[in-house]
């Protein structure tokens, strides 16, 4: 008998993930431990407890940072609670303004003249590279960057104001991202895994934030850490009660765990022993700038002017029955012409993405496809078996 060679499968599990957008992994590689470590060096040397009146130089430093960037929008927003006031960057979203996600983290600290390098300067400075990141790219939903003040009195503070006074004023926020405390471990060198806290409305948010993280930030991983005692105690919470999809992102928020924290609330809360871990830092901030990019929709030819003209994709060329034509940014008009000049066919795609075009009556031959995107036009040449 001959012998037969069995080849034995191996299974392999795959886990399906979309594919990235070249544009938001170029923005998560902005995010850098280093430059991070500078905004919190001058964080931790000013002061920001909320009672004290002097806290001028850091919300004015926190202002031009963004005003640097070349924001429209940066302002203060008075809480009411005490002369601290939450300092506010918009980035304007192109095609739904209305909708707004908020990345937000706050800036006061427990005491006077406290350094609070990792409550929360970490958190502060993650808000302004992520601005950084993204300050350059257009979005098609707004995303306002939110530094809150008065966390630490309790209340939710800062960031209770703010979420009164948007639901009053009918704003859409649809998605918060909250970082505070996520610089920390216990030697400065565990791997980059932190925690996330999230409440039932806010699953799809934790799920998209896990996606996230997969596509765009290999290495880093997290631990659900919604059941420890301090998953409410900061400022999502107060987007919690207004029924709002909120993720709170830690270095570590198990208390029994080597990796928590214990200089939080104390003067040694300082650069180095307590801010110790670049590769934490950089995880949960590139992962905040993934989501909030995905979130916030990237529009990849704003304005008047399509960028690339391979966007838009045209198949199966030669066609025999149905031509099917796809472009990101909508289409508005749609030409067939042949070599003559003369227009055969024409669709009005009323700015849809996908269109599908019956080819089957077309003679054999050459054609030039017109499509008209935002003022311009695309072409490219068809052939009809
Ligand atoms: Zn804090």
Redesign the pocket.
């Known amino acids: 008998m001959k012998k037969t060679f069995l080849f034995i499968p191996i299974l392999l599990i795959l886990k399906i993930v979309p594919a990235q957008n070249p544009q938001i992994q170029q923005m998560v590689n902005q995010v850098n431990s280093d430059s991070m470590w500078s905004y919190m060096t001058t964080l931790s040397s000013q002061q920001r407890f909320s009672y004290e009146k002097n806290d001028t130089v850091c919300r004015h430093w926190l202002r031009s940072f963004f005003e640097r960037l070349g924001f429209d929008t940066v302002y203060y927003q008075n809480t009411v609670i005490t002369q601290m006031p939450n300092v506010i960057a918009e980035l304007r979203g192109d095609s739904a303004p209305d909708s707004i996600c908020v990345l937000g983290a ?1 800036y006061d600290v427990f005491a006077y003249k406290a350094p609070g390098a990792d ?2 300067a970490s958190g502060t400075a993650g808000v302004l590279e992520v601005a950084r990141a993204l300050a350059s790219h257009h979005f098609r939903k707004t995303i306002r960057f939110v530094c809150f003040s008065a ?2 009195l309790g209340g939710g503070g800062g960031s209770h104001y703010y979420v009164q006074h948007s639901v009053n004023q009918g704003e859409n926020n649809f998605s918060m991202v909250n970082m ?2 996520i610089s920390h471990s216990a030697t400065g060198n565990e791997p980059p895994i932190f925690y996330v806290a999230y409440n039932t409305i806010s699953q799809t948010l934790f799920e998209r934030m896990n996606l996230a993280m997969e596509q765009y930030v290999p290495g880093a991983d997290w631990i659900d850490g919604s059941s420890y005692p301090y998953a409410s105690a ?1 400022d999502h919470a107060s987007f919690w009660e207004a029924g709002i999809p909120a993720i709170f992102i830690n270095d570590c928020l198990d208390p029994n765990s080597a990796n928590f924290n214990n200089f939080f609330h104390t003067f040694s809360d300082v650069m180095g022993t307590s801010v110790n871990n670049k590769p934490l830092t950089e995880a949960c901030v590139r992962t905040a700038a993934a989501l909030i990019a995905e979130l916030a929709v990237v529009n990849s030819f704003p304005g008047s002017v399509i960028q690339n003209e391979m966007a838009l994709s045209i198949y199966p060329n030669p066609v025999q029955d149905y031509l099917y034509i796809h472009l990101e940014y909508g289409l508005s008009d749609i030409r067939l012409l042949d070599l003559f000049g003369r227009t055969v066919l024409q669709v009005d795609p009323q700015n849809s993405s996908n269109i599908t075009i019956s080819a089957e009556h077309l003679h054999p031959g050459i054609y030039f496809l017109h499509a008209l995107a935002d003022g311009r036009t695309l072409k490219r040449v068809i052939v009809k078996q």
Request: hydrophobic content about 10%.
């Open positions: 706050h409550d929360n966390e630490e505070d405390m900061s």
